[in-house]
């Protein structure tokens, strides 16, 4: 299957929005679909970067990174947080939530953010690159679920 990587467009929300309620099934779905239409309009998560993964003519992935911050505060320091990576569940294990971490790091780095953080199971992303963010001493300021301690 040939998979197409590219910068998500306004005029792609609807499709996304199925992408991820499918991902995430039917309880927690719509709870992300809001997530992400919230952070759209958040100011303090720009800038934001989102990609889509296009296969047999249609987005079959999404992956979205906010801007976040860090306290106490490092000056010129950028950093952003993935919420939420999804794949139609018809196209997973097929390297497309791989790929739209990989493609969507270079971008990042371009705007200069220096430090990505996600928040799941250190065994699901050690192989993109991610390491445990509690071996740098950052914590979340937000409950983390017990599958993702030490996330
Ligand atoms: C998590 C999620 C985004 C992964 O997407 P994906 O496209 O299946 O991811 P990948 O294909 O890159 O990797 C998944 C697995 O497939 C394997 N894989 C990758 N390419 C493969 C291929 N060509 N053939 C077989 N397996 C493959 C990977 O090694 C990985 O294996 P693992 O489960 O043993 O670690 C997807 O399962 C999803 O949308 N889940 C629901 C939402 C969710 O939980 N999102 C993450 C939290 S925000």
Not at 40 to 52: C, G, N, S
Not at 119 to 140: I, K, M, Q, T, W
């Amino acid at each position: 299957m040939e998979i197409g990587v590219r910068e998500a467009e306004a005029e792609d929300w609807t499709t996304i929005s199925t992408v991820i309620e499918k991902a995430f099934g039917k309880e927690e779905g719509p709870e992300l679909v809001e997530l992400v239409a919230a952070l759209q309009k958040d100011e303090t998560a720009q800038p934001l970067w989102a990609l889509v993964a296009e296969a047999q003519g249609g987005i079959v992935g999404h992956v979205l990174f906010t801007s976040t911050r860090l306290k106490p505060e490092i000056v010129g320091e950028r950093s952003a947080i993935t919420a939420p990576l999804s794949v139609d569940p018809k196209c997973q294990r097929q390297g497309i939530g791989g790929r739209l971490i990989a493609h969507a790091l270079e971008p990042l780095r371009q705007d200069g953010v220096q430090l990505v953080f996600v928040l799941g199971g250190p065994a699901d992303y050690s192989r993109n690159g991610f390491v445990s963010a509690g071996v740098h001493g950052f914590e979340a300021h937000y409950p983390v679920p017990e599958t993702c301690a030490d996330a």
